[in-house]
Each structure stands twice: as structure tokens, then as C-alpha cells.
């Protein structure tokens, strides 16, 4: 055995062993990468998602609360006293019913 072999032999260990960081870093880049792009994909999915949900709700709940109001009897196309415009936040929503109703 030489004096150099045996740090020949460091230097191969360390070559080694940088190597091996190099490539769990690589893969754990990587892996990280796709994982994120997926994160972002399903993201934009569920936000789409929400966003026809929350439409289709809307409309139907547009729809209810217009006939709703239309069913109201026409005796209550004024306002009581603290209704929409008075003063008392006690009083019920639909307790004014508009003169049109788009």
C-alpha cells in the first residue's frame, strides 16, 4: 500500500457520496416540482368546481326568492312603518314587497 492509495480512496468515498446527494437532491427536486404541479392543478379543479356550485346556487336561490316575493299578496306592496327604510333591523326581508319585480 502507497501513501497515495489512501487518499485515492477518500476521494472516491467523497465522489461517492457527493454523487449520491446530487441525485436524492435531483429526485427530491423533481419529485417536489410534480407534486406542486399537482397541488396547482387540482387548485384550479376545486376553484372551478366552487365556482359552478356557487352559480347554480345563486340562480336557484335568485329563482326562489323571486317567486317568493310574486307570491306575496298584493296587500303588501307598501312598506309597514320600519320596514325596508324605518328604523327597526328587527323587521323581516320580504316584509316590503317592490312595486316591479325584474
Request: glycine residues 6%.
Amino acid at each position: 500500500m502507497t501513501s497515495t492509495e489512501p487518499s485515492r480512496r477518500k476521494r472516491r468515498f467523497l465522489a461517492e457520496w457527493l454523487f449520491l446527494v446530487a441525485v436524492l437532491l435531483a429526485l427530491g427536486g423533481y419529485l417536489g416540482y410534480s407534486r406542486y404541479q399537482e397541488y396547482m392543478r387540482i387548485e384550479t379543479l376545486e376553484r372551478e368546481h366552487l365556482a359552478s356550485h356557487a352559480a347554480l346556487i345563486e340562480r336557484t336561490w335568485s329563482l326562489s326568492c323571486f317567486w317568493l316575493i310574486a307570491s306575496l299578496p298584493a296587500s303588501s306592496a307598501t312598506c309597514p312603518p320600519g320596514g325596508q327604510n324605518g328604523t327597526d333591523s328587527n323587521a323581516p326581508i320580504v316584509a316590503c314587497r317592490p312595486s316591479t319585480i325584474p
